[in-house]
C-alpha cells in the first residue's frame, strides 16, 4: 500500500481518544513517546512510583490506520532510573518493537513498523524483568483503524485495566512499595480502571446523553487477570471481540485477556449513572474496578418505567388482611410512632442496606462507609435523605477516611426511606434523628 505524506500522531491521555482516522490515505506517521517513572495517587492517602508511557496510566492513545508507515520515538527521561523499551501487540516483527526501542535513561530510540491488520492492541513494556514493568503500569492501547475508518459514533472513551500489588494491604496509607510475591501469587491488592481507584467516577467520571452512541476502547494491561468487562445497567450493542475484526452482538460481559483489548458500543437510551465493572465482582466492590458513565437526559419510560408499586409481602396473611397493608405513595404504612418506625426501619435495613453497611453499621474500610458513629449523617439529615433517594457517587469523607464509590439509589417508598433512617439514625451512637415521610418527599 502507498503512503502519503507525513505526519505526527496526535496522542492523548485516557479516557480521551485522538481524532478519528476517517477516510484519510496510510501516511508515514511520527509517534513520540515519553517513558517516564513518577509517584502519584493510586487511592485516597496511598501513592505509587509507576512507570509510565508519557505520564499516565495507562500511557497515550495511539491512533492509526492500517498501512500507515509507523516511525515511533521512544525517550525515557533522565530523571529514571531504569531502562525501558515498548513491546506494541499492532507490530508484526521480532519482539513487537522491543528490542529496537530498548532505551536507557536519558536517551531516544527510533524504529519503524507497518500496521499490518486493522484491530485495538495493547502496548507494554518488554524490559526484564516484564512482569514488573507491566504491574507498575507501563501499558496502553494503540489503534488501527481499517481502511475508510471505523462508522462514526457520538463518544468515544479509553478505559483500561489493571492489577496492582503492593507491600500493604489493600488501603494501607503511604507510599507502597511493589510486592514482587503477590504479583508472583496472583493475589492483586487493587484491581482497577485508568490507574487508580476511582480513575473514573466522580470528577473522572464518563459522560454521555440520551440517544448518544458510546464506544469504548477497552483494555486490560494485566499483567495477571482477566477482566469479566461488564456495565451495569447496559448491553453492548456490538462488541468487537478481542479488538478483532469479529463482531458479536447484544452481550452482557466480555473477557478481556490480559494483554488484550476488546471495543464496545451501545447507544445509552435512558438517564442514570451505568457501572463500569469487572464482574469478577469482589474485584470491582472491594479493589476499585469500578467506573461510572453518567447519562443525562429525558426519561423514557417505555425502556424503564422504574418501580411502579410496592406491597406488603406476608405470606401468613390472608388476602384481604394483605390489602390493608398495601404501600404506595398515597397510602403508607402507619409506622407512625418510633417503636413502629424503628422495627419496620430494621427490616428494611436487614433487606437493603446489611448487605453494604454491615449488621453492625460500621461498614467495610475502603469500601462501604460507616453508618454507626457517622458523622457525614449527623451532619445533614437532608443529605442523607438524598443519598437513600437518589443514591450517591463520587468522593466524600466519613470519620475522616475518603471514599469514592458508588451507592445505588434505593428503590423504597418515601415511608420506608423514613423508616430505616430513624432506624440508623436511632442506633450506633447516631443522633437520634426521627425522620418523616413528609421531610422525604420534599427531597428532589
Ligand atoms: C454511602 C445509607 C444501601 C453502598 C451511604 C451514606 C448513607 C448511606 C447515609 C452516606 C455516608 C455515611 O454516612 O456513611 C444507606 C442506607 C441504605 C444503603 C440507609 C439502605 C436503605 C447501600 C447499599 C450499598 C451501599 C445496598 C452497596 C451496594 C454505599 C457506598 C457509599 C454509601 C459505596 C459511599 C458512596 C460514595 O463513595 O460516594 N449510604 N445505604 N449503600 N453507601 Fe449506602
Not at 477497552?218 to 448491553?235: A, C, D, K, M, R
Request: overall charge negative; glycine content about 10%; proline content about 5%.
Amino acid at each position: 500500500m502507498k503512503v502519503y505524506g507525513e505526519s505526527e500522531a496526535e496522542m492523548t491521555s485516557p479516557p480521551m481518544v485522538p481524532r478519528p482516522v476517517g477516510k484519510r490515505a496510510a501516511t508515514k506517521l511520527i509517534v513520540n513517546m515519553e517513558v517516564v517513572e513518577k509517584e502519584m495517587e493510586m487511592s485516597d492517602g496511598v501513592s505509587y512510583v509507576y512507570w509510565t508511557f508519557d505520564g499516565t496510566v495507562p500511557g497515550s492513545f495511539i491512533r492509526t490506520r492500517v498501512g500507515d508507515e509507523v516511525e515511533f520515538h521512544l525517550k525515557n527521561h533522565p530523571d529514571s532510573k531504569l531502562p525501558h523499551n515498548i513491546d506494541l501487540h499492532a507490530v508484526t516483527g521480532p519482539g513487537g518493537g522491543a528490542e529496537s526501542s530498548f532505551v536507557a535513561p536519558g536517551h531516544e530510540a527510533v524504529f519503524t513498523f507497518k500496521t499490518m491488520n486493522p484491530g485495538l492492541y495493547v502496548y507494554h513494556c518488554a524490559t526484564a524483568p516484564v512482569g514488573m514493568h507491566i504491574a507498575n503500569g507501563m501499558y496502553g492501547l494503540i489503534l488501527v483503524e481499517p481502511e475508510g475508518g471505523l462508522e462514526p459514533v457520538d463518544k468515544e472513551y479509553y478505559v483500561m485495566q489493571g492489577d496492582f500489588y503492593t507491600e500493604g494491604e489493600n488501603g494501607e496509607r503511604g507510599l507502597q512499595a511493589f510486592s514482587m510475591q503477590k504479583a508472583v501469587d496472583e493475589d492483586a491488592d487493587y484491581v482497577v480502571f485508568n490507574g487508580k481507584v476511582g480513575g473514573l467516577t466522580g470528577d473522572n467520571a464518563l459522560t454521555a446523553k440520551v440517544g448518544e452512541t458510546v464506544r469504548l476502547f477497552v483494555g486490560n494491561g494485566g499483567p495477571n487477570l482477566v477482566s469479566s468487562f461488564h456495565v451495569i445497567g447496559e448491553i453492548f450493542d456490538k462488541v468487537y471481540l478481542e479488538g478483532g475484526a469479529m463482531i458479536n452482538e447484544n452481550v452482557q460481559t466480555t473477557l478481556i485477556p490480559a494483554g488484550g483489548a476488546a471495543i464496545v458500543e451501545f447507544k445509552v437510551e435512558v438517564p442514570g449513572n451505568l457501572v463500569l465493572v469487572d464482574h469478577s465482582i469482589f474485584r470491582a466492590f472491594n479493589k476499585g474496578a469500578l467506573g461510572i458513565l453518567k447519562v443525562e437526559g429525558e426519561e423514557n419510560e417505555k425502556v424503564f418505567g422504574g418501580k411502579i408499586e410496592e406491597k406488603v409481602y406476608n405470606p401468613g396473611v390472608t388476602a384481604t388482611e394483605e390489602a390493608t397493608e398495601e404501600v404506595t405513595e398515597d397510602a403508607p404504612v402507619a409506622s407512625t410512632s418510633l417503636a413502629q418506625k424503628m422495627e419496620r426501619g430494621k427490616q428494611i435495613y436487614t433487606q437493603n442496606c446489611l448487605a453494604c453497611h454491615q449488621a453492625t453499621g460500621n461498614g467495610i474500610p475502603n469500601a462501604f462507609p460507616p453508618l454507626a458513629n457517622s458523622d457525614y449523617l449527623n451532619a445533614d439529615v437532608h443529605r442523607a435523605i438524598e443519598v437513600v433517594k437518589f443514591g450517591l457517587s463520587g468522593e466524600i469523607e466519613v470519620n475522616g477516611n475518603v471514599y469514592n464509590s458508588a451507592m445505588p439509589k434505593q428503590n423504597i417508598s418515601d415511608e420506608d426511606v423514613a423508616n430505616v433512617l430513624t432506624y440508623v439514625y436511632n442506633n450506633w451512637g447516631n443522633n437520634k434523628t426521627e425522620v418523616t415521610a413528609e421531610m422525604v418527599k420534599k427531597a428532589k
